[in-house]
């Protein structure tokens, strides 16, 4: 199957595990090129990801959402990088149960191509001209479509328990970004601090 990996990171001739935030190290892999290319724009810092994007429910077109006006350019305008391709058998990934379209492979696997990407945005703007990627627009979402994009926000912060580490760059971004979401973490927290101590 034909696999694809998104990389700032130019020469790679072989793709070798590496550890996110899962319990091992694994080599990140999709079977959609667009999706690959969502990876060389990451707004925030390892360990934290921050790539908003969902599919269309009739089809396996990606749908880059954006959650404050002209994201998707603020994060990815004048960035470059790489769409590694791989070539893998099935016994050598296995899929990741969150995100359909992605692969883990546990072992390094061999690069059979690659494609420089010059400017992410002028790619994401010729993948939609393409018909190969949808951008749902700030502007055109329900205040319904925030507010669960909002809640699934405020959840992560208290799955990450960010309030230990409130300069890191995840809590920096969602405080520019999303000072209404960081107050509600921040208001959660104190409501249960006032029920441990009640």
Request: include cysteine; hydrophobic fraction near 35%.
């Amino acid at each position: 199957m034909k696999l694809y990996h998104g990389s700032i990171i130019g020469d790679i001739k072989v793709l070798e595990p590496r550890q996110a935030d899962h319990d091992r190290p694994y080599v990140y892999m999709t079977t959609i090129d667009v999706v690959a290319a969502f990876y060389l724009c990451n707004a925030v810092e390892r360990p934290y990801y921050w790539f908003p994007y969902g599919f269309d429910k009739n089809s396996d077109i990606p749908i880059y959402h954006e959650l404050y006006p002209d994201a998707l350019k603020q994060v990815s305008e004048g960035i470059s990088g790489y769409i590694y391709e791989v070539e893998a058998e099935d016994s050598q990934v296995i899929p990741f149960k969150n995100i359909p379209c992605a692969r883990l492979a546990a072992k390094p696997i061999e690069v059979v191509q690659c494609t420089r990407i010059e400017n992410a945005y002028e790619q994401f703007l010729e993948y939609i001209r393409q018909g190969k990627m949808r951008l749902g627009r700030f502007e055109d979402k329900t205040e319904q479509q925030l507010n669960w994009w909002y809640s699934r926000l405020v959840d992560y912060l208290i799955e990450k328990d960010i309030v230990k580490d409130p300069d890191c760059s995840y809590a920096v971004f969602v405080r520019d970004k999303f000072p209404q979401v960081w107050e509600k973490y921040l208001m959660i927290l104190q409501g249960e601090k006032g029920n441990v101590d009640n």
